[in-house]
């Protein structure tokens, strides 16, 4: 600080105030509505003051939501789209920064173009792509004339109709979201700032590419790889359009998506502390892995978008 | 320019045969037509001393010093997952949405026509895409404005305070963790016309409240909980930008008898600017793509199409209406806005290099 002005101070704690009483506020009502009957809820006003049912109410929503199922659900998909993007985007920038081979910059500029479009924007084909991922194949092969060509080679009369339906499916869920190039490149600019001196001392002990990965490049990203972690799981567990989409069958639904089902509509009874009460629950993983790892967090969230 | 060190390009591995030739890359690396090049520290000294001459760096751009030397197997493998998944679900999806786009199909996709840019001639000749146009140009904006106002003022007064700083930035920080959708819940409860206590308390001043049919009530409240939860990631940024601002800067600012406040405007703001460009760009991507759950679940784009933003509109056309041609059509022109801000901010980031932000 550089002088001393009490009273911008005080202005400033009352703006800070003011900000967190912005966010708190509305949680605060979710957990007084969610702590009401339901005839208690639609009482104007709503109380100000917490009522007693709030855990029967939690019981209610985790109940009708089937959140023992989405939840379960929602920790799969959130720590596959964690894992397997970290462990995708390690080899990939390993072999981008540490090797020098004929097509590196053209595998640079692949990667590369992928950050520009989110999946939002090539939602449909997306779509169709993971309804059946074998499409591509087919097409290859309609393009190849494969069965012409076994029909000459062997006599038989086939047709080749390839499918590979991922809806409903985990590797559905996950593999279109790691398709992105934001951690590769979190990697990429890490390894640039590892010194030459540790590679040029694994080499001339005769350690091969994947022992100097795995004992020297490995150990030094954990920082990295941690923050990176819990900003992947932030994302996967909020996930909303992709599992919207994907999830026909309830039993695959995530917790968010199930929690959409607790939302009164207008023709509906309007239980909004059932609402409630499920949102908070929806939102408590996420919620502690930030107040947990706080410190992680932040390194993940500014990291992640340089 | 470093002289390259004898073990980093000789052939110690035997992964990395050093003899194949690199047509993408090799000019960078040594003169023209030498061979073999990397076999023998001599030729590979001579040719990285030519290098400078013809103004080239004297390494391929992101490549470390210190390699792993040429042969294309093993990095090969390890690109492997990242770029069939890429093909996969990326480029493949990408192109299918351009092609689609120029097609024309029924419902059922019996019958596909090629049809130019009808598509696209279609959808700007429809009312109901220039709505959408222009309620996602007001959502991004004011989302955009009410966010980045509130979070500079809040880093302002974070930057000030010492006593329980961190308990207020943890708090701010908290939306970060709930998802778009979930806010959007919240903010529907807060501001329900039956039940909801802020509405209560607007209908109290005696504003009549009801977003389930008074369009406009219905774009604020998306955008007011578009910008709740998204006040935390400008917030935290600007933050971390106002702890580079030069500490010497500011003390001699005040010595020359500049305020707290008129510091702030005229040198930390100034000095953020890149950071704020940046988080202008991140806000119109967040308000025109991530923003889809917060629609879907609060609105579901109406009253009337008055928050039909055109993500939401994609997605209702292509999984609803079926309509894939328009659908495509949207899509990719979606497409060149979510790249012209990927250019953009490459601005940003040849201007956090020059001022260290």
């Keep these: ?306 | 320019m470093k002289a390259s060190s004898p073990i980093a390009t000789s052939p110690i591995w035997p992964e990395a045969p050093a003899d194949r030739p690199s047509g993408l890359t090799r000019s960078q690396h040594k003169s023209p037509g030498e061979p073999a090049a990397g076999r023998s520290v001599a030729t590979e000294r001579a040719g990285k001393a030519r290098a400078p001459k013809r103004g080239q760096p004297d390494r391929e751009p992101g490549l470390k010093r210190a390699n792993f030397g040429r042969g294309a197997g093993l990095p090969t493998l390890l690109l492997l997952p990242q770029v069939l998944i890429l093909l996969f679900f990326f480029f493949i999806p990408s192109l299918r949405a351009l092609t689609q786009s120029v097609l024309l199909s029924d419902p059922f996709g019996t019958t596909v026509h090629f049809v130019w840019f009808d598509n696209f001639k279609t959808l700007f000749a429809s009312g109901e895409y220039r709505q959408s146009l222009v309620t996602t140009a007001w959502f991004t904006v004011a989302q955009n404005v009410i966010t980045l106002a509130i979070a500079v003022v809040l880093a302002f007064a974070t930057d000030r305070v010492v006593r329980a700083r961190s308990v207020y930035r943890t708090l701010i920080l908290l939306p970060y963790a709930i998802a778009p959708a979930i806010a959007g819940i919240l903010w529907a409860f807060l501001f329900n016309p039956v039940v909801g206590p802020l509405a209560h308390m607007l209908h109290a001043l005696g504003i009549s409240w009801d977003p389930n049919r008074n369009p406009n009530d219905a774009l604020w409240l998306v955008i007011m909980a578009a910008s709740w939860k998204h006040i935390c990631y400008d917030y935290i940024f600007l933050v971390v930008g106002l702890l580079a601002v030069p500490v010497s800067l500011m003390e001699a600012a005040a010595v020359d008898g500049a305020g707290p406040i008129r510091r702030f405007f005229l040198i930390a703001l100034p000095m953020l600017g890149p950071t704020i460009f940046f988080l202008a760009v991140m806000n119109f991507i967040y308000g025109f793509f991530e923003t889809f759950a917060i629609i879907d679940a609060v609105t579901h784009g109406g009253p009337a199409g008055a928050t039909n933003i055109l993500v939401y509109k994609v997605f209702v056309d292509g999984f609803i209406n079926l309509d894939l041609g328009s659908s495509a059509a949207q899509s990719v022109l979606l497409m060149t806005f979510a790249l012209i801000c990927t250019l953009l901010q490459f601005r940003y980031f040849d201007h956090k290099v020059n001022y260290g932000v």
């Design chain 1, 1 to 306: 600080m550089v002088e001393r002005a009490p009273i911008l101070d005080m202005i400033c704690h009352a703006i800070l105030i003011a900000g967190a009483m912005l966010v708190c506020v509305p949680l605060y009502f979710a957990f007084v509505a969610g702590s009401l009957t339901i005839a208690e809820v639609q009482k104007v006003p709503l109380p100000w003051l917490p009522g007693d049912q709030f855990l029967a109410n939690l019981q209610t929503a985790w109940v009708k939501a089937d959140f023992s199922r989405s939840f379960l659900n929602s920790i799969v998909v959130a720590l596959g789209i964690t894992a397997g993007k970290i462990v995708v985007s390690l080899l990939s920038a390993f072999a981008i920064t540490y090797f020098r081979f004929r097509y590196r910059m053209l595998a640079f500029w692949l990667i590369f173009m992928s950050l520009m479009l989110p999946i939002e924007v090539r939602i449909v084909p997306t779509f169709e792509a993971v309804a059946n991922a074998a499409l591509p194949l087919q097409w290859l092969a309609d393009l190849l004339h494969v069965a012409d060509l076994w029909k000459w080679v062997s006599g038989h009369d086939v047709t080749i109709a390839l499918e590979w339906n991922m809806v409903n499916t985990y590797p559905g869920l996950i593999l279109p979201l790691i398709a992105s190039a934001t951690a590769t490149f979190l990697f990429r600019q890490f390894f640039l700032t590892v010194p030459d001196e540790l590679c040029e001392a694994a080499r001339l002990d005769g350690a091969s590419p994947l022992r100097f990965f795995w004992s020297i490049l490995l150990p030094l990203s954990v920082s990295n790889i941690v923050a990176l972690a819990i900003i992947l799981f932030l994302f996967g567990w909020n996930q909303y359009l992709w599992p919207l989409l994907f999830t026909t069958d309830k039993d695959m639904a995530t917790a968010v998506i199930a929690l959409k089902n607790l939302i009164p509509r207008a023709d509906s009874e309007p239980a909004w502390n059932i609402a409630m009460s499920g949102a908070l629950l929806a939102m408590l993983p996420p919620t502690l892995v930030i107040l947990l790892l706080q410190r992680w967090f932040l390194k993940g969230l500014v990291d992640s978008s340089k």
